[in-house]
């Protein structure tokens, strides 16, 4: 089993930043390929990030990339989304996911286990 803990979220005005994390107890952290989801409301739940155990492969939606970041510090088991320019689109609950295998996925189903979720607002 593997526990996820998201933090990091709050309100923030157009063009500002945020920074979530992701604390990951349990099992072994640095074997477990990380994701970034979040969920609108009335919207479905949609990938954001994603980033292989090692960290050297970082997957982004088309909606993020060039604004956020994905990492990962194995040795503090946490994970990382840094936001820059975030948009009131962005407004979400963000979820940190782990997958049982190694290689950055972008597919919900893919991953095995899921944090609580973290409310992140911008405000326009």
């Known amino acids: 089993q593997v526990q996820l803990v998201e933090s990091g979220g709050g309100l923030v005005q157009a063009g500002g930043s945020l920074r979530l994390s992701c604390a990951a107890s349990?099992?072994?952290?640095?074997?477990?390929?990380m994701g970034w989801f979040r969920q609108a409301p009335g919207k479905e739940r949609e990938f954001v990030a994603a980033?292989?155990?090692?960290?050297?492969?970082?997957v982004y939606a088309d909606s993020v990339k060039g604004r956020f970041t994905i990492s990962r510090d194995n040795a503090k088991n946490t994970m990382y989304l840094q936001m820059n320019s975030l948009k009131p689109e962005d407004t979400a609950i963000y979820y940190c996911?782990?997958?049982?295998?190694?290689?950055?996925?972008?597919?919900?189903?893919?991953?095995?286990?899921w944090g609580q979720g973290t409310q992140v607002t911008v405000s326009s």
């Open positions: 349990g099992r072994t952290f640095s074997r477990n390929a």
């Open positions: 980033i292989s155990w090692s960290g050297d492969t970082t």
């Open positions: 996911a782990a997958r049982t295998a190694s290689l950055a996925r972008v597919g919900e189903s893919e991953y095995d286990y």
